[in-house]
């Protein structure tokens, strides 16, 4: 009985020691809300807390249009809309905690951000002429890279760190560079 007991302790801790302890953070183009969701339960994430997002260049966040984790620092970075429209989107980083947004620059019409490694890229919109950037982390403007194979709504671009590839989602269709 005692080896029973003793391998269902070691099997609980080692099995505690392996679980994924990711929070999956969520911005929304129409609000100005941080959702954190919990990854832990092997199922759909379920949502752990709703941070109101604050600070930035006009002190009130309309909308988040990209938000990317700084691999090497662990900074969230985040493209947000201080309510003037899609010409005017800021880049900032994230309290994650707090919801303060500290303000880096106006990039523009970003349409979303993504690190690959610690260098950090993004994807324009119309206004921009739908391409794919290099951002500048400490001023928030940014170099056209390539233009999109396609113009379209609903861009988004992000980094698989399992695979090493930076991907994008067009209107049309996915690829990876």
């Known amino acids: 009985m005692k080896k029973l007991l003793l391998g269902l302790f070691v099997a609980a801790?080692?099995?505690?020691?392996?679980?994924q302890s990711t929070n999956l953070y969520v911005g929304d183009h129409y609000d100005g809300n941080l959702y954190v969701y919990d990854t832990t339960g092997g199922g759909l994430p379920s949502l752990m807390a709703t941070i109101s997002l604050s600070g930035g260049s006009s002190g009130t966040i309309y909308g988040v249009y990209g938000l990317s984790l700084k691999p090497s620092t662990q900074e969230m970075y985040c493209v947000y809309d201080p309510g003037s429209g899609a010409t005017s989107r800021r880049l900032g980083m994230v309290d994650t905690v707090t919801g303060a947004i500290t303000d880096i620059g106006g990039p523009g019409?970003?349409?979303?951000?993504?690190?690959?490694?610690?260098?950090?890229?993004?994807?324009?919109?119309?206004n921009d002429g739908w391409q794919f950037v290099r951002v500048d982390q400490t001023t928030g403007t940014y170099t056209a890279e390539y233009s999109h194979p396609y113009a379209g709504y609903s861009n988004c671009i992000w980094w698989n760190p399992y695979t090493g590839t930076e991907?994008?989602?067009?209107?049309y269709g996915y690829g990876a560079f």
Do not use: H, P, V, W
Request: charged letters at 15%; aromatic letters at 16%; zero cysteines.
């Open 109 to 126: 019409n970003l349409q979303d951000i993504a690190f690959y490694g610690d260098e950090l890229f993004g994807t324009t919109g119309n």
């Open 13 to 19: 801790i080692s099995s505690m020691s392996y679980a």
């Open 167 to 171: 991907l994008y989602k067009l209107s």
